[in-house]
């Protein structure tokens, strides 16, 4: 039995171009995945999808901010996303007297709605392959360097006459495949976007850290902005005189809800992916970079609890900052256990036997080979590097200090930083996290990498404790006066704080980057030929570019899975179980308590929450829409489950999952505890 079904899949294997659910397509290319699409469910075409000469849903997506995406759903510019995109700018609005990140916020009408000063949305007005326009003037031969001057000359000018700032037009030209094509994308740039609502952090961040990255999953991940214009429907700094948005499309949204089985569709910005290094690098990833960096943050984040659960004040200055920490540290672990699980090293192993066999006699000979000796160069250099990233950097008093520094020599106004860095600065965390570091660092870090400087200071002081009370006890960075008082760049040479700032990155800069440097060149060449030689050894493969931020198709399916043996999840949860997981005694799990008397009124046990879906996604993807067979909006995705955060490197659809916000949980939660229904009315529901 067993046979016979390993027999079929491997039939079935071979005979699928590309993996199922697997792929990050580009929307211009979308018609040459539209048939499967099709197949699978989906009820548009590809002109749909992606047009330049009709409105499309690209024209509905946007990327908000630098690293998350957005959608619009109505057509007086009104814009999803996640909570935790919308977060900083909440923070910002947010004040003891009025703290919207605890009790949530909800303009009652367009005069209440908040700006954001910095945020922007960018919609893409079209992209282009311009290989042959960017390689022009290009000759075998040339040097890389020759190469690099030919790429960035013939890139500026598509740049420069793409732009155009009166329109708010914006062009980048991006490598993909590791530079075997390029492409140009044009955006257009919105500058007013308000804030219009969100939920209390205890819906929109409920489970917190607890439940990040994992299934069953009730997190009200959303929030809800308006973006601005011109009279002209053009960009415009803000203005009070500026107009809602009139995108050329948006979503509409469907109540009828999510089965197992049903079309899914994400549109969004991925960030950055690493599907086809060879085995070295992911055996990098797995068994050196992600232990050595969760093990270092496992101690912060350890200090960090310890002084958050003993203070109030502390909790709230630490939220932020421990959370950013906690949600790499996670992904980490999911992603390096993955990688073992599925033996991506094996299976990557054994395919670069079958790749070495086929590009004898080719160009392509040897490559593997020559990545495997870049990688080897590069690899142990790097590990320092990224301890120095995790161990030297995360000290706040010493990026505070040089921040400082930078700002006094350039002359500019400190006061800012000074702020912003003294509110959530809590100095016994801080000398806490200096003495683990350190004492990692000396332990961890082998002998040849090491600073002299770092030596000397062990040998002065006889151990690391003694240093660290002598630094806090003289740097003048801990007293805010006095760093208030500073005139002249002058006055902070010789603080011990940038006395030990500079040394490291004067270490990092000789001992390391050079290494780094090169090896990286190297690997830029050695992947480009590598990339193209997989794609000439498997020409009936469909391969879809590494995520770089720019607009991508996933489509896949609403499926649970199995996390482990004996185990299987359901591919949606309910309010039921928010009342399961609510524990005032626990932050993460402490619901509103309008939330419990609207649970007690009753009928609201199968009231929706999130679901799971086959979708191949990554961080980036945050805010992304997520459609259904006819185009229309059904959630909106904001995580993945971690035991499936491999998919960055290698995809498994048996158990990787995007985490989506159902659609109809946001009008729950809009209507009943916002009481803000009359967004509804600019709405447009298909169902
Ligand atoms: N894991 C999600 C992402 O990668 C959500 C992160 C924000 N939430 C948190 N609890 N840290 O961005
Ligand atoms: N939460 C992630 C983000 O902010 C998405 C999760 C992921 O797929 O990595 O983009």
């Given at each position: 039995m067993k046979k016979a079904f390993l027999f079929l899949s491997a039939l079935l294997a071979a005979a699928?171009?590309?993996?199922?659910?697997e792929g990050m397509w580009l929307p211009s290319l979308i018609s040459q995945r539209i048939g499967d699409m099709q197949a699978k469910g989906f009820r548009l075409t590809a002109e749909d999808v992606y047009s330049v000469n009709q409105a499309s849903l690209k024209d509905a997506v946007v990327l908000f901010g630098g690293g998350c995406t957005g959608e619009l759903v109505s057509d007086e510019g009104l814009l999803l996303t996640n909570h935790h995109c919308g977060y900083s700018y909440i923070q910002r609005h947010s004040s003891v007297e009025h703290d919207y990140l605890k009790d949530g916020f909800w303009a009652m009408n367009r005069d209440e709605e908040l700006p954001n000063k910095g945020l922007t949305v960018s919609f893409l007005d079209h992209m282009d392959e311009v290989t042959d326009l960017v390689l022009k003037g290009y000759e075998p031969g040339m040097t890389e360097a020759q190469r690099d001057s030919v790429v960035k000359v013939n890139s500026d000018r598509l740049v420069r006459e793409s732009t155009d700032p009166d329109k708010g037009l914006k062009a980048n030209v991006e490598a993909l495949f590791y530079g075997n094509r390029y492409y140009l994308f044009v955006f257009r740039v919105y500058r007013d976007v308000r804030l219009v609502g969100a939920p209390p952090s205890s819906i929109g961040k409920f489970g917190g850290d607890t439940d990040n990255?994992?299934?069953p999953r009730h997190t009200g991940d959303f929030s809800i902005f308006r973006v601005y214009a011109d009279k002209d429907n053009n960009p415009a700094d803000y203005s009070p005189d500026n107009v809602p948005y009139r995108p050329r499309k948006f979503f509409k949204i469907s109540r009828k809800g999510v089965q197992e089985g049903d079309f899914t569709f994400v549109y969004g910005c991925p960030g950055s992916t690493q599907e086809y290094v060879m085995s070295d690098q992911v055996r990098y990833v797995a068994e050196q970079s992600d232990p050595q960096k969760i093990a270092l943050r496992t101690q912060r984040l350890d200090i960090q609890k310890k002084y958050m659960s003993a203070s109030q004040a502390v909790r709230i200055q630490y939220s932020s900052k421990n959370a950013s920490v906690a949600n790499a540290w996670k992904k980490w672990q999911g992603e390096e256990k993955g990688i073992r699980r599925m033996r991506t090293v094996a299976s990557k192993l054994a395919y670069e036997q079958r790749f070495r066999e086929w590009a004898r006699g080719t160009r392509y000979e040897g490559i593997v080979d020559e990545l495997g000796e870049i990688y080897a160069r590069r690899n142990p250099t790097y590990l320092a590097y990224e301890y120095y990233n995790e161990a030297v950097r995360t000290i706040e008093l010493l990026s505070f200090a040089s921040a400082v520094q930078s700002r006094l020599r350039a002359g500019t106004p400190t006061e800012d930083l000074i702020d912003s860095f003294y509110k959530d600065y809590y100095q016994p965390i801080d000398e806490e996290t200096f003495v683990a570091m350190m004492t990692s660092f000396d332990r961890n870090v082998p002998e040849r990498f090491k600073p002299d400087w770092f030596r000397e200071q062990l040998a002065k002081y006889g151990s690391v404790a003694a240093w660290k009370d002598d630094l806090y006890a003289h740097s003048l960075f801990i007293d805010r006066e006095k760093v208030a008082a500073l005139r002249s760049v002058d006055e902070v040479a010789g603080d011990p704080a940038i006395e030990m700032y500079d040394a490291f990155l004067a270490w990092y800069r000789k001992d390391l980057y050079p290494v780094i440097q090169e090896t990286g060149a190297a690997l830029r060449v050695a992947n480009r030929t590598y990339m193209q030689g997989q794609m000439d050894f498997e020409p009936q493969r469909d391969f879809y570019p590494d995520a770089n931020l720019t607009l991508r198709i996933a489509y896949g399916q609403v499926k649970g899975y199995s996390p482990y043996d004996g185990a299987y999840y359901y591919p949606v949860s309910t309010l039921k179980g928010i009342i399961e997981k609510d524990?005032?005694?626990?932050f993460d799990y402490n619901i509103p308590q309008v939330l419990r008397d609207i649970y007690a009124q009753g009928g609201h046990d199968g009231q929706p929450v999130c679901f799971l879906a086959t979708n191949h996604t990554t961080g980036g993807?945050?805010?992304s829409p997520v459609i259904n067979a006819d185009g229309d909006l059904i959630g909106i995705n904001f995580d993945r489950v971690w035991e499936g955060t491999m998919s960055d490197i290698a995809f498994n659809p048996d158990i990787c999952r995007n985490i989506s916000l159902d659609i109809r949980y946001l009008l729950f939660v809009v209507d009943q505890v916002g009481h803000a229904s009359y967004l509804f009315d600019e709405m447009s529901f298909a169902d």
């Open positions: 699928l171009p590309a993996m199922a659910d990255w994992m299934w524990n005032p005694d626990i993807n945050s805010g």
